[in-house]
């Protein structure tokens, strides 16, 4: 557990349930007081609380000690939904069919948000058989590089994990890739669909491509 629960934490959910301090404390067998003071920082809800706690707010404990109230739109699992979290401080890649609430080097981890393919992330794709051979335009020095690249289908993802000093660039089988996402470690996540121009062999994706955005 690298934190506990926070009064802000608790006031928001407890607002949207729409509970009074009185009516939470009174399922908790607390007093009003006890859950006020919770709410301004002024007092911890003892450790033999948080079970209950998280149920009459309508979360996990995880989600209750994280601070987000986390909603998975995504129960079918379906890949293309699929969110990445990266740790800013050791690169950690998670790749996550919904919305979850993970942290890594004690901090909580976003999902990444993608944009699209910009002037300097430019990324060039081409068919080799049945494979994308995806490049992007990019330096990969210690400092600046592109983390991943991965290839995303309904029911699966390539994930290609690349290095400072190597090259910017993966192969991915072609097989149900809908869309294409690569990690700058500064600049962050960037998405676009190969399949506009899956007919040519040869294709540059510009900034003006169709952008894979999030749901
Ligand atoms: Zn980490
Ligand atoms: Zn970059």
Known sequence: MDQYVTGSAIR??????????????????????AVSRWETG???????LLGPLAENLSVSVAELLSGNAVENANVSANMLRSEFYVCPVCGNVLCSTGEC???CHGVSLLPAEAEGPDDAHR???EVVEDEHFV?????????????????????????????????AEARLKINGVRRICYYCNRDGLFSFSPLNSSLRSVRQV?????VAGRP
């Open 42 to 48: 002024k007092g911890y809800p003892d450790i033999s």
């Open 135 to 167: 490049a992007i335009d990019h330096p990969m020095t210690r400092d600046h590089y592109i983390s991943f690249i991965a290839g995303i289908g309904s029911d699966r993802v390539q994930l290609v994990k690349l290095y400072p000093e190597g090259n």
């Open 101 to 103: 609430a993970v942290s």
């Open 12 to 33: 928001q959910l407890r607002e949207k349930k729409k509970l009074t301090q009185e009516a939470l404390a009174e399922k908790l067998g607390v007093s009003g007081k």
């Open 206 to 210: 510009s900034a003006s491509c169709q």
């Open 123 to 125: 990324v060039s794709v």
